[in-house]
């Protein structure tokens, strides 16, 4: 089994910033990609960034010059600074991993339970 822990979300004014972990625990052989999704009320998931083991990154248009991925291999955590953030980003945001649990075995997705960012004045 494979679990991820969120943490760092809350309430914050527009303009502000957070800083968003998820650290992966359990049947670790490997990690593959690791990214943010969010999703606002009435509205589907939405990827806002990833990276990869390599630590390429790519965004959501709506997050670009605001947010910023990275992670740590050794201790298989993935963070994501939010900086300037708008009432639009509030959400509920999910850490996502790709994992592998054994040699020789395919990565599959796991997710984090979620964990909720409100940016309200």
């Known amino acids: 089994q494979v679990q991820l822990a969120e943490s760092g979300g809350g309430l914050v004014q527009p303009g502000g910033s957070l800083r968003l972990s998820c650290a992966a625990s359990?049947?670790?052989?490997?990690?593959?990609?690791m990214g943010w999704y969010r999703q606002a009320p009435g509205k589907e998931r939405e990827l806002v960034a990833g990276?990869?083991?390599?630590?390429?990154?790519n965004y959501a248009d709506s997050v670009k010059g605001r947010f910023t991925i990275s992670r740590i291999n050794a201790n298989y955590t993935v963070y994501l600074q939010m900086n300037s953030l708008k009432p639009e980003d509030t959400a509920v945001y999910y850490c996502?991993?790709?994992?592998?649990?054994?040699?020789?075995?395919?990565?599959?997705?796991?997710w984090g339970q979620g964990i909720q960012v409100t940016v309200s004045s």
């Open positions: 990276i990869t083991s390599g630590g390429a990154t």
């Open positions: 996502n991993a790709r994992v592998a649990t054994a040699y020789g075995r395919a990565r599959f997705d796991y």
């Open positions: 359990g049947s670790i052989f490997s990690i593959g990609a």
